[in-house]
Nanobody, 124 residues
Framework: VQLQASGGGLVQAGDSLRLACLAS????????MGWFRQTPGKEREFVAA????????VYADSIKGRFTISRDNAKNMVSLQMNSLKTEDTAVYYC??????????????????WGQGTLVTVSS
């Protein structure tokens, strides 16, 4: 499975941004897709994830109510709509694919494949 993330950029606090992750490979609908983010000097942290079918989602508390993850299995695409962005959302965002049950979708070790990351910078 190969993942290509895009959509990052420089925005102001309060703005919106939509990240996209294009996946390629077999049986992609069998994979959980997730977004993680990392800032310099910090560990990578979970943002959101969505099951391959059925649409069950999990969100980090820090972004709940502001970010929405979705996927289009026909297009092999997963998106992260980010609204009401804050300066603390500044990070490199990574998409990932893996197999996980609902309770483990926020864990990095549940993901086997990672994209290259896209930088999101939110200015005040």
């Amino acid at each position: 499975v190969q993942l290509q993330a895009s959509g990052g950029g420089l925005v102001q606090a309060g703005d919106s941004l939509r990240l996209a992750c294009l996946a390629s490979g077999p049986n992609l609908r069998n994979y959980v897709m997730g977004w993680f983010r990392q800032t310099p000097g910090k560990e990578r942290e979970f943002v959101a994830a969505i099951k391959g079918t059925g649409g069950a989602t999990v969100y980090a508390d820090s972004i709940k109510g502001r970010f929405t993850i979705s996927r289009d299995n026909a297009k092999n695409m997963v998106s992260l709509q980010m609204n009401s962005l804050k300066t603390e959302d500044t990070a490199v965002y990574y998409c990932a694919a893996g197999t996980a049950i609902l309770s483990s979708m926020s864990r990095q070790r549940s993901y086997n494949y990672w994209g290259q990351g896209t930088l999101v910078t939110v200015s005040s």
